[in-house]
C-alpha cells in the first residue's frame, strides 16, 4: 500500500542515529542503529482488553476464534489480527470463550487440542492445557469439550457473541470459510432461536486507538523498514532483478528482529510502479528507470507500510523529478494539517490542491478543476470525473496501522477527526500510464482532452511515484515513525552513491 516535523536531511540524520559499523567483503557499511527493543504487550493488558469488549455484553457467552494450524507449511501459521489482540496466544486452533452473567464477574477460557507426541515432533510442543493459567492467565481446556460445554450454556438461554475471525476487517462480511466462520454457521443451524451477534463493532472501536505500548511496537516495525529501504537504495542498480532487492528486504526485517513482510512487497521497476499492488517482483532494473518498493516489516505482529521511489541509476531524470517532486509536496501539505481535532478532510484537500495545480502546471491536465467523461461505472458528477483522477488513483490519508496493515484509526469515524492515539500512513501517488489515459471513453470531450494533455503524457510517460511514510498522534504531538529513510531528492541520490551492500548468497546487485 506533510510534517510537523522539519526534512531530514543528512546532517540532522547523523544527530537521530548513531552508526553501525559492519565489515562486509573489505567494504564497511553502515546502518542506523535500533532503539533498545520496546516492552512486549503484559498479560495485564490483555486482560484489560478483553474486559474493555466485554462492557457491551449485559449477559453472555463471547467466542473469539484463533487461526487454524495451516494445512501446508507456507505460509507460516500467523495468529488471527483480533485473537491475537485479546490474548497474546500465538498457537494455532483456539478457542477462547469469555461468560458474562449480570452481576457476576466474567471467566475466561481457552479451548485447544491436544497434542499427541508425533505432532509434537513435526511443530514442536505446545502449551499444555495445565500450563495455559500460568502462560496466559486463562483456564484451559480441551478444544473437543468446547461444543458440549456451548451447547449446555445455550440450553440456559445465554445469547452468543462472537468476536470477527478474519486476517484483514476489509473483508470480514465476506467471510464464510475460516474456522470461526463455520462454527458460528453450524451453530446457527443447530439452534436456529438463538441469538448470536457480533462484536465487531466493540473490537474495532477499541482497536482504534493505539497505546503507547502499541506506538512502541510500531516504531520498531517503521525504524526495521527504514533499514531496509536504505539498503535496497545502496544496492539498486541496472541490470538487478526485483527478486534480487525484494530477498534483500526480507532478509533486513528478520536480521532486525521482524516477525515476516507485513504484506505482500511491492518490488516495481518502470512500467511496474504503475500498477499500484504488483507483486510479481521479477522484472529486470532498467537504466533511466524510477523503482517503487513498498515493503515493510511486522514486528510483535504489529506491522509498518512504507513506500520509496528512486532512480535506477541513482540520478533522477529532470521530468522524473517534477512527478516525484509533486508528489513530495502533497505529501508535505497533508501532513503539515494533522492535529488532533482536525478532519482528516482538512489535510486531503491541502494534499489534493498541491496535486491539482502541479498537474496542470506540468500539462498533464487542463486545469485543477477540469473535468473528462469518465470510464464505465467510474463514480463520477454529471459534470464529468475530475482530471486529476486519470493519475491520483488513491487517497492521499492512507489508512490506519496496528495488527493489521490496514487496521482501524479513530478518524475513520463520524467527524474525520485525528485524535490522539491514531497511527496510519500518509501515502500520495501520480501514475502516469498512457495505456490507461488511452481507455477513456471515445467522446467529443474525451478526444479534446487527449489531444491537450498528449505531450506532456508523453514527456512523463510511465513514471509512477508512491512515497508514504507512518505517523503516530500522541500527547506529545506528530511522531514521524519512519524518519530515516531518505525522501528528498538529494538525499536519495546522496545515499546511493554509497557503496552496495552484498546480497543474500554473496555479490552486489545484479553481479554474482
Known amino acids: 500500500m506533510l510534517s510537523l516535523f522539519v526534512r531530514c536531511h543528512a546532517s540532522i540524520a547523523a544527530t537521530l542515529f548513531s552508526l553501525l559499523p559492519a565489515v562486509i567483503q573489505g567494504q564497511t557499511a553502515s546502518l542506523p542503529r535500533l532503539s533498545p527493543a520496546p516492552a512486549a504487550i503484559t498479560a495485564a493488558d490483555y486482560a484489560a482488553r478483553r474486559a474493555a469488549v466485554i462492557t457491551k455484553v449485559d449477559s453472555g457467552i463471547v467466542l473469539a476464534f484463533g487461526e487454524s494450524e495451516p494445512l501446508v507449511f507456507y505460509p507460516t501459521f500467523f495468529q488471527m489480527p483480533n485473537f491475537e489482540y485479546l490474548t497474546g496466544f500465538d498457537e494455532s486452533d483456539a478457542v477462547m470463550l469469555i461468560l458474562k452473567r449480570k452481576g457476576a464477574p466474567a471467566s475466561t477460557m481457552m479451548f485447544v487440542p491436544r497434542q499427541t507426541p508425533m505432532a509434537a515432533r513435526f511443530v514442536g510442543d505446545r502449551t ?112 538487478c532483478g526485483e527478486n534480487e532487492i525484494q530477498a534483500l528486504m526480507d532478509a533486513t526485517f528478520r536480521r532486525f528482529g521482524g516477525d515476516r513482510p507485513g504484506y505482500g512487497s511491492i518490488v516495481a521497476s518502470g512500467k511496474h510502479a504503475n500498477t499500484l499492488h504488483y507483486m510479481i517482483d521479477n522484472d529486470t532494473l532498467r537504466n533511466g528507470d524510477l523503482i517503487l518498493i513498498d515493503a515493510a516489516s511486522s514486528y510483535n505482529h504489529y506491522s509498518a507500510d512504507v513506500t520509496r521511489t528512486f532512480p535506477v541509476n541513482g540520478r533522477f531524470t529532470a521530468p522524473q523529478r517534477d512527478i516525484y517532486q509533486l508528489v513530495r509536496d502533497a505529501q508535505e501539505a497533508f501532513v503539515r494539517q494533522i492535529r488532533n481535532g482536525v478532519s482528516a478532510a482538512v489535510a486531503t484537500d491541502s494534499g489534493r490542491t498541491v496535486v491539482r495545480q502541479g498537474l496542470a502546471r506540468l500539462g498533464l491536465i487542463e486545469s485543477p478543476d477540469a473535468t473528462f467523461d469518465g470510464y464505465p461505472g467510474m463514480p463520477c458528477p454529471a459534470t464529468g470525473c475530475p482530471e486529476v483522477a486519470l493519475y491520483a488513483l488513491h487517497g492521499y490519508g492512507g489508512h490506519g496501522l496496528g495488527l493489521e496493515v490496514h487496521d482501524p484509526a479513530q478518524y475513520y469515524d463520524s467527524g474525520n477527526q485525528f485524535k490522539v492515539g491514531d497511527v496510519f500512513t500518509v501515502e500520495p501517488g501520480i501514475y502516469v500510464a498512457p495505456d490507461y489515459i488511452a481507455l477513456m471513453p471515445d467522446t467529443p470531450r474525451n478526444r479534446a482532452v487527449r489531444a491537450r494533455i498528449a505531450s506532456a503524457v508523453e514527456k512523463y510517460k510511465w513514471i509512477g511515484v508512491r512515497i508514504e511514510d507512518d505517523y503516530a498522534l500522541t500527547d506529545n504531538g506528530l511522531e514521524w515513525l519512519s524518519r530515516g529513510a531518505p525522501r528528498e531528492i538529494n538525499e536519495i541520490e546522496a545515499l546511493m552513491r554509497e557503496p552496495s551492500p552484498q546480497l543474500p548468497g554473496g555479490g552486489t546487485c545484479g553481479k554474482q
Not at 138 to 154: E, F, K, Q, V
Not at 166 to 192: K, W
Not at 200 to 209: G, M, N, P, Q, V
Request: proline share 5%.
Open 128 to 239: 499444555a492445557i495445565e500450563d495455559l493459567q500460568r502462560t496466559i492467565g486463562m483456564t484451559g481446556r480441551h478444544l473437543a469439550d468446547l461444543r458440549p460445554a456451548l451447547d449446555s450454556l445455550i440450553a440456559n438461554g445465554l445469547p452468543v457473541y462472537f468476536i470477527p475471525a478474519v486476517h484483514t476487517g476489509d473483508h470480514f462480511d465476506e467471510d464464510s470459510v475460516t474456522f470461526g466462520a463455520r462454527f458460528i454457521s453450524n451453530l446457527r443451524a443447530a439452534h436456529p432461536n438463538l441469538v448470536i451477534r457480533s462484536l465487531d463493532s466493540a473490537i474495532t472501536d477499541l482497536r482504534e486507538k493505539k497505546t503507547p505500548a502499541e506506538i512502541a511496537l510500531l516504531r520498531r516495525a517503521a525504524q526495521i523498514s527504514v533499514l531496509a529501504h536504505r539498503e535496497a537504495m545502496k544496492a539498486a542498480a541496472p541490470g
